[in-house]
């Protein structure tokens, strides 16, 4: 003969029903609760990708002007860009993307500037990515101009 099992159903169902009895005293003779359930999703960027920064130098001082330096960035179109000269010369002068992609622009250097080395720092700013640099490998150097 075979011993008889209780069926473990019944225990399975207090177990389940339990938490609900425990909220029943607590949420009698109160008006439902409006339950708001908002989510944000999160959007992730990418930080934006600088490809080259580079330079040319002209020297203009033998017409009466200054040296100039004109500056172009590479990289992921539709952004904000500057660069600077660096170390302390100019800051975060403004580019213009000429093309999608490259950002071009230009800084004038003071009449008493000369010597160097000195660094072009590209920029390229994503409002929400952040800010990504790339320094010109290729120096500044503006030598002394005699008349």
């Known amino acids: 003969m ?3 099992r209780p069926s473990r159903t019944p225990r399975l169902a ?18 439902k609760p409006k339950m708001v359930l908002e989510l944000q999703g999160s959007i992730m ?12 130098l002209t020297d203009r001082r033998a017409a009466g002007g200054r040296v100039v330096v004109e500056v172009t960035v590479l990289g992921d179109p539709g952004l904000a860009a500057s660069f600077d000269v660096s170390p302390a010369i100019a800051a975060r002068q403004p580019m213009v993307e000429a093309q999608a992609g490259r950002y071009v622009g230009s800084f004038s250097f003071p009449a008493d500037i000369y010597g160097g080395p000195y660094t072009i ?8 990515a952040g800010e990504v640099i790339r320094r010109d490998p290729e120096p500044v150097t503006i030598t002394l101009y005699g008349p």
């Open 2 to 4: 075979t011993a008889h």
């Open 45 to 56: 960027y990418e930080k934006p990708t600088l490809r080259e920064v580079s330079h040319t």
């Open 14 to 31: 207090a177990i389940l029903a339990l938490p609900a009895l425990l909220l029943l005293p607590l949420s009698a003779g109160c008006p």
């Open 121 to 128: 720092i590209g920029r390229l700013q994503h409002e929400r």
